[in-house]
């Protein structure tokens, strides 16, 4: 075992939505192979599948997990192209580049696909909603983004579930940069699908996606995909058949990593404290930027804790990229707006990141306000 102390340091913290800052420990553990379909490597996927689907609900024998290579795009492309079927249909309600991004997938995968986009400063309209599920009776599928991680809004999955079942439909929530930072309980959602990485909350290093699922809806989707490489169903069956292996090579130093990601998620009290530690950076951070003069995109009433978007200065001598390096060179990587009506920057308040940093962080941002000189 490597003496984790003696690894350097990393030269600035990212506080971005993904990949972001990962401890010495969960880094220390890629330093060795695994055999892909040896048992010591397929145990430890196993265990990982079992973490997750408890992370999500005590349900555990209703429910199940599948792992998927790649980015969380790839996941999420996964579940849409292998869980709609060719006489499916379905609703997007997209408020942000997340979401806009399903809505591409399913175009690319030839699905029947709809929209209610509510713009990006505003959540899913939950009348307009109901209105297309009793209207449009061939929808059989809804997606929707949890933290929309283009502003940093959380959308309330609660009352969305609840009219997506009102109407029986099969629900799908990109929870990408929220599950494991918030408590989640999937079964209380009735949510059939969930996707995440293993990049944000869990705080592991980026190369695949998890999706959880119900089973009976899962077994269902056998020969659906519109892909071989992301067909869900396939990944599922072999990973249950084969006891933790997957159809191609698989990141194991990835899946290694994540392995200890979890065990430090237990090991820091689980979700509920996490959650708690990532909003009181959000809280530190934004107290900080608001005595400072900058104020968030977003009210607080549609504020997550996750990522935090502010204006940009208004001065014209502003502008981002100086900004984004004096920054860096004090040890912060910042993120740059994405909504397409303001401008704005981002600052993420999710990984290997505190309070303290949060305050330095506040300080940095002061002596950088070079547009005010
Ligand atoms: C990070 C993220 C994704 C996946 O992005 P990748 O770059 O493919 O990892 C999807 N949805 C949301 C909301 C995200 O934050």
Redesign the pocket.
């Known amino acids: 075992m490597v003496d984790i102390k003696s690894l350097p340091d990393n030269p600035y913290l990212l506080l971005t939505?993904?990949p972001l800052s990962t401890t010495k420990s969960v880094k220390a553990t890629m330093l060795r192979d695994w055999c892909t379909w040896d048992d010591d490597y397929k145990n430890l996927v196993q265990e990982v599948r079992e973490k997750l689907v408890r992370l999500g609900t005590d349900k555990t024998d209703r429910y199940t997990c599948v792992l998927m290579q790649?980015?969380?795009?790839?996941s999420?492309e996964s579940i849409i192209s292998t869980a709609v079927p060719e006489s499916g249909k379905l609703l997007v309600l997209p408020n942000g580049a997340?979401g806009d991004?399903i809505v591409q997938i399913a175009k690319t995968a030839k699905i029947n696909c709809v929209f209610n986009d509510s713009g990006e400063l505003e959540p899913p309209d939950l009348e307009k909603l109901d209105a297309t599920l009793k209207e449009d009776r061939a929808i059989t599928h809804v997606a929707v983004?949890?933290?929309?991680?283009t502003t940093g809004m959380l959308n309330p999955i609660e009352k969305i579930g609840k009219i997506v079942k009102k109407y029986g439909k099969i629900f799908i929530v990109?929870a990408?940069?929220s599950f494991g930072g918030i408590p989640m309980n999937i079964e209380a959602l009735d949510c059939d699908f969930i996707v995440s990485?293993a990049?944000?909350c869990i705080q592991g290093v980026?190369g695949f996606?998890f999706i959880l699922g119900k089973k009976e809806v899962l077994m269902k989707c056998k020969g659906q995909a519109r892909s071989l490489s992301l067909d869900l169903y396939d990944q599922w069956n072999t990973m249950e058949n084969d006891k933790g292996k997957w159809r191609y090579t698989s990141p194991t130093h990835v899946v290694r990593a994540f392995y200890q990601a979890l065990k430090e998620l237990e090991e820091e009290g689980g979700i509920a404290r996490r959650a708690e530690r990532y909003r009181a950076n959000h809280r530190t951070l934004v107290d900080g930027m608001r005595k400072l003069g900058f104020r968030t995109l977003l009210p607080d009433a549609y504020q997550g804790h996750f990522i935090t978007s502010f204006y940009s200065p208004e001065s014209g001598k502003y502008d981002f990229k100086t900004f984004y390096d004096m920054l860096k060179t004090k040890g912060f990587v910042i993120y740059p707006g994405k909504v397409s009506k303001a401008s704005a920057f981002r600052i993420g308040n999710i990984g290997d990141v505190y309070p303290a940093d949060m305050e330095r962080l506040v300080k940095a941002i002061e002596s950088s306000m070079f547009w005010n000189d």
């Open positions: 939505p993904g790649g980015s969380g795009t790839f999420v997340y991004r983004v949890h933290s929309e991680t990109d990408m940069s990485s990049n944000k980026p996606g």
